[in-house]
């Protein structure tokens, strides 16, 4: 039987309907939701129900996972999910709060950025019968097709630097957390152009606030076209907005699409979330 599915957008995102992750998926089906997660970018799964243990176990079937040593915000006994959340217990934050509120793709900062991110929801705020918090999401293979013969041909070969973006924020705000994680990593180079590693697909693989210059090219032309770039990105008709519902498991590629975390809510108002990540290849 076919798999039903249904699109979320002209440009990103597909649906898939009537799975439940938390029961043992055969080789044909992951086979099939592989491949739609390849070729759309986003992949949707709603009314799940998933143990720590099940959502690991689901996200263990697409590669190696990130491990969050030494992360505040690991979920206890299980470092491999990662709490979002502005839900404070016993005065303490238990997940990181602000994931996300510009737009950016996880951890292009690595040399081998993840191929994808699983975020599971649990808790949705909610206001007068309207959902908060929403995930905004582009397609930046579609901006890549969008783009202009020249201008393609001007990136061809182009490198950027990477940094990561608390790194940026802590060398701006010279605060404590500056000598802390962020500032441990290095720069890291992957080009202004990525390929899909299974699909061949080509999209922009820069952002403004990530990205802080493109190898041999002086920063008066770097920075323009960086910028360029990511508002190119971002223009509504390439877009998926997605309205969370508790249940939703929602993956997306890190390699075709950037997203941003809509702060629009806050205490007592409560948002939490669970995310796996799955490490990727280098980008080419
Ligand atoms: C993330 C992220 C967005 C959100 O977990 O990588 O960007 O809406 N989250 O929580
Ligand atoms: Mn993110």
């Known amino acids: 039987m076919p798999m039903e599915t249904r699109k979320l957008s002209k440009s990103i995102g597909v649906e898939v ?13 992951f086979a099939d939701i592989e ?20 959502h ?3 996200a263990r079937c697409f590669g190696e996972l990130e491990i969050n040593v030494m992360n505040d915000y690991a979920l206890a ?59 905004l999401f582009v397609s930046t293979a579609a901006a890549y097709d969008a783009l202009p013969a020249e201008t393609k041909e001007r990136l061809e070969g182009l490198k950027a630097i990477h940094r990561s973006s608390a790194r940026i924020r802590n060398a701006e705000s010279r605060t404590e957390r500056a000598t802390a994680r962020g500032n441990a990593l290095p720069d890291v180079v992957h080009p202004v152009v990525r390929t899909h590693p299974v699909t061949g697909r080509r999209s922009i693989y820069v952002r403004e606030g990530e990205c802080i210059g493109i190898i041999g090219m002086p920063d008066e032309e770097a920075l323009p076209l960086i910028r360029a770039l990511s508002d190119f990105c971002i223009r509504p008709e390439l877009m998926y907005r997605h309205e ?27 948002r939490l979330m669970y995310r796996v990540t799955v490490n990727g290849t280098v980008p080419f």
């Open 56 to 58: 690991i176990d689901f």
């Open 77 to 135: 006994s299980f470092p491999e999910v990662l709490v979002i959340s502005n839900v404070v217990e016993n005065g303490r934050q238990i997940g990181l709060a602000d994931a996300g509120r510009n737009w950016h793709t996880d951890m292009s900062y690595m040399p081998r950025p993840p191929r994808g991110s699983l975020l599971y929801a649990l808790k949705v705020p909610e206001k007068a019968g309207r959902v908060l918090g929403d995930t």
């Open 35 to 54: 491949r739609r997660f390849d070729e759309n970018t986003v992949v949707l799964f709603r009314d799940q129900r998933l143990t720590p243990q099940q």
């Open 244 to 270: 969370w519902r508790v249940g939703d498991l929602l993956m997306w590629d890190n390699c075709t699409a950037q997203h941003l975390a809509v702060n629009d809510y806050e205490l007592p108002l409560e």
């Open 17 to 29: 309907i009537g799975i439940d992750l938390s029961a043992s998926i055969d080789d044909d089906s």
